[in-house]
């Protein structure tokens, strides 16, 4: 179960106020429970140093979706892009906005429509379309401006089906100190998964429920600390039924793909760090 394989990494006082919240009755999970996601997502990460991950029956296939908003893509970005396709053994799809608006429209509610529509950055677009996309089909999503190293993506599928994220750090502003939590790129999972599924959720009622505004906060609404509180819940609804977390953080990213940082739209406002 969950707790027994996070128990031996978990100070008295973190374990404590993990089980406090999966006990309480009355439950509300947002950005002040990140002082606990913290802790519960490097002790995950140790727990997969130490190779004790669950088993799952299911499959993550082997197929890369990845997302530009506009259907002409500039050729450095698609030369990243190329380095993924060149991996034998996996599909490799691309969306922009209009074939990504079809499927939602065609395979979730009108909801979930209205919310990608009110998303007014790329980066918005792309966080709620992976997680829509990823949630019916499962895949492994990657961002444009990774490029990948040329070794290393098998053994993220010799073993099982998890969702496996890679960790990062949050901070909320200035006064607070960094937090572990997890990106949302790059995403594997099999179809149907929970956490997937509770992140698309989230997303899409915090969008419907703010409406149409000039800004949002793209990193906490759809980006990743929406996917990290997601994970989040899962867990602490794993210790409450005494049930295992169907995740694994991934080991080592940084040897599988290159981050580009000098491609000619990161300089501009379609870079989310620009003006999410």
Known sequence: MLLDRLRAYLTRDELARIVAEARSPHRRIDLNNLGAAGPLCLALERAAIDQKVPRSPEKV?????????QEAIPEDVRNCMAT?????????????EEPARDFIRSEYHLRHLQA?????????????????????????????DDAYAGSGME?????????????????????????TIYNNNPIFCAPKDEVIGRALERATQIMLTLGKRETY???????????????????????????????????GWDDIARKNTDLEYQRTSRNWRVTG
């Not at 296939?61 to 908003?69: A, G, K, T, V």
């Not at 990608?116 to 444009?144: E, Q, T």
């Not at 053994?155 to 937090?179: E, I, Y």
Request: with cysteine; proline share 5%.
């Open 217 to 251: 906060n793209i990193l906490i609404i759809t980006g990743p600390v929406n996917i990290s509180l997601a994970l989040y819940t899962a867990a602490i609804d794993c210790i409450a039924r005494n049930t295992d977390l169907r995740f694994s953080p991934i080991i």
């Open 84 to 96: 993924w396709r060149a991996i034998p053994g996996f599909e490799h799809v691309v969306f922009h």
């Open 155 to 179: 053994r993220l599928f010799r073993d099982d089906g998890l969702l496996k994220l890679r960790t990062a750090s949050f901070k909320k502003d200035s006064s607070m100190n960094p937090v």
């Open 61 to 69: 296939p082997r197929r890369i979706l990845q997302f530009w908003d």
């Open 116 to 144: 990608f529509d009110l998303c007014n950055h790329p980066a918005m677009k792309s966080d709620l379309f992976r997680l829509a996309y990823l949630y019916r089909h499962g895949g492994v999503y990657i961002d444009v």
